[in-house]
């Protein structure tokens, strides 16, 4: 199911505006991918960054969400293709995986860092021994993944106008 592409309220509570923010920019990564076709989804327009296609950083976003909620914040162990000892950008290599199959897998990591999010404190930090990051809040987390998140739905929506022409915001 898509997410709803709604701004949070003007007035709330910081938790329900953060959450809003980021459930909306994570909603805008799956509008971008609507309609598109597998072959396209895949294909790389931008000369300097082939790997930077729309299935990439649907990809990439999924394990940015499980390194800094699970591994960073948690402490749980450190795995997944951007850190087995892979070639840089290792995550956005998905040559043969359908773009329905990436999308599913990042809303579902979504829904284990809602999860994860809704658990703790804005102030509680992280736990992994082996990341300095883990000396961030859960609020500073939440802030640099709406700034991550927010950042690749523009890329996604440069890659989608070289495409096939579609644009638009929400």
């Known amino acids: 199911m898509t997410p709803s592409r709604i701004r949070p309220p003007y ?3 910081e938790r329900t505006q953060l959450m809003g923010w980021y459930d909306m920019q994570r909603a805008i990564v799956h509008y971008k991918c609507e309609g598109l076709s597998d072959a396209d989804a895949h294909r790389s327009v931008l000369p300097a960054s082939p790997l ?4 990439g ?3 990439h976003l999924r394990w940015t969400e499980k390194m800094w909620f699970e591994v960073i914040f948690l402490g749980r162990p450190a795995t997944g293709p951007q850190l087995e000892n892979e070639p840089d950008d290792a995550d956005m290599m998905v040559d043969g995986i359908p773009l329905a199959q990436l999308l599913e897998e990042y809303e579902q990591q979504c829904a284990v860092s809602n999860e994860i999010i809704a658990a703790h404190s804005l102030e509680d930090v992280g736990k992994h021994p082996d990341f300095r990051a883990a000396g961030a809040s859960l ?4 802030i640099h993944m709406v700034e991550e998140t927010a950042r690749h739905a523009g890329h996604m929506d440069a890659i989608r106008e070289l495409l096939d022409g579609e644009k638009g915001y929400y």
């Open 11 to 13: 007035v709330a509570d």
């Open 52 to 55: 930077m296609t729309m299935a």
């Open 57 to 59: 950083v649907v990809s």
């Open 139 to 142: 609020r500073w987390v939440l």
